[in-house]
């Protein structure tokens, strides 16, 4: 069974950066889109940016400009360098396969902006 593990989340002031990584078992990260997703409290869970098996990418309009996706496919590992954070951007963050069926969720990072 796939596996995603998501990690480098924690809490810092607005204006800094993060940058979270998420690692996928098995080969089916090189076939697949990818994508973060963030929930916040008592929100449903969006997708932030997404990355092509080949390097395109897309982003909310809310993180566009600050937010960078990127993958590394030897390494079956995703990433999302975070600049300019703000207190919006409070959420736990996840990754999956962009199209369904969703592989099975994992338990996110936590990242809180919070002066």
């Known amino acids: 069974q796939v596996q995603l593990v998501e990690s480098g989340g924690g809490l810092v002031q607005p204006g800094v950066s993060l940058r979270l990584s998420c690692a996928v078992s098995?080969?089916?990260?090189?076939?697949?889109?990818m994508g973060w997703y963030r929930q916040a409290p008592g929100k449903q869970r969006e997708l932030v940016a997404s990355?092509?098996?080949?390097?395109?990418?897309t982003y909310a309009d809310s993180v566009k400009g600050r937010f960078t996706i990127s993958r590394d496919n030897a390494k079956n590992t995703m990433y999302l360098q975070m600049n300019s954070l703000k207190p919006e951007d409070t959420a736990v963050y996840y990754c999956n396969i962009l199209s369904p069926p969703k592989l099975q969720w994992g338990q996110g990072t936590q990242v809180t902006v919070s002066s």
């Open positions: 098995g080969s089916i990260f090189m076939f697949k889109t």
């Open positions: 990355i092509t098996t080949g390097g395109r990418t």
